[in-house]
């Protein structure tokens, strides 16, 4: 069976799904990475490597780790493309056979609504970037603190207003790439759908279902907190999870009719 797109006249419909829902996508999830453990981890090892390269490069700016620590969350979705194809190709092989390389490939299958999520993402990510940036300009007029003082001064009321400023700001722009992605990039690699479309039927399911939104993304955030806290090798096996249940979000949320 060849893994093409369904066709394009098919409309997307819009479903109401539970927030206990979530616990069954993350049980789809990890049976899926069970069954492809080794492609998975794969994908998950990247993340980890990511992490410690961040480390690594940028200890001396802690203004640039935290900014990058978010972008290494928001560009997240288009990351996990792979892992979507994994998904897929589970669920139309039954399991039978995985490809990595076709998954590491699988962008190509809808190359231009791909490039222009891709070009989107970018001028958030470059607004974060610069927002990220003048938060530190403006509330330490000398040079950056190192990251040992920045954690030690972090909670002390003078650097409070700072903390309501930066997470603040963080929150606005994780929400607004939470809800244009969540589904869409599933949907654009599963669908000959252009990117505007995806991105707002994305945002449909996300008001339809603000809930178990809120709950899905918090679940999002714990896992990839934990995964931080382990020094990033929990990444290993959380983001290949986030990755394949977020796969089974879409297909719970979004269904298609002619």
């Known amino acids: 069976m060849d893994i093409a797109h369904l066709p394009s006249r098919d409309h997307p419909v819009v479903h109401h799904v539970s927030p206990a829902d979530t616990l069954n996508w993350l049980k789809?999830?990890?049976?899926?990475?069970?069954?492809?453990?080794?492609?998975?981890?794969?994908?998950?090892?990247?993340?980890?490597?990511?992490?410690y390269l961040l480390v690594l490069y940028?200890?001396?700016?802690?203004?640039?780790?935290?900014?990058?620590?978010?972008?290494?969350?928001?560009?997240?979705?288009f990351l996990a493309i792979g892992l979507y194809d994994i998904a897929r190709q589970l669920e139309i092989f039954k399991g039978t056979r995985i490809n990595l390389l076709h998954s590491m490939l699988a962008w190509r299958a809808n190359i231009p609504s791909f490039t222009l999520y891709a070009a989107l993402l970018a001028v958030l990510v470059f607004g974060w970037f610069r927002v990220s940036l003048l938060m530190f300009a403006l509330f330490y007029d000398t040079s950056a603190p190192t990251l040992a003082i920045l954690v030690a001064e972090a909670w002390s009321p003078e650097h409070l207003a700072f903390l309501i400023a930066y997470f603040g700001a963080g929150l606005v722009f994780a929400i607004v790439v939470f809800s244009v992605s969540v589904v869409a990039i599933p949907m654009m690699l599963d669908k000959e759908i252009d990117t505007i479309s995806a991105m707002v039927v994305s945002a449909q399911a996300v008001y339809k279902n603000l809930m178990t939104m809120v709950c899905w993304a918090a679940i999002i955030?714990?896992?990839?907190?934990?995964?931080?806290?382990t020094y990033f090798i929990g990444l290993m096996v959380l983001?290949?999870?986030?990755g394949l249940s977020t796969w089974h979000a879409y297909r719970a949320i979004i269904t298609y009719e002619r």
């Open 28 to 51: 789809l999830g990890w049976r899926d990475f069970k069954k492809a453990p080794v492609d998975a981890i794969f994908y998950g090892a990247i993340f980890v490597i990511m992490g």
């Open 239 to 242: 983001i290949p999870l986030i």
């Open 58 to 77: 940028f200890k001396d700016a802690p203004e640039v780790v935290i900014t990058l620590s978010a972008l290494f969350l928001l560009a997240g979705p």
């Open 221 to 229: 955030v714990i896992l990839t907190a934990i995964g931080f806290a």
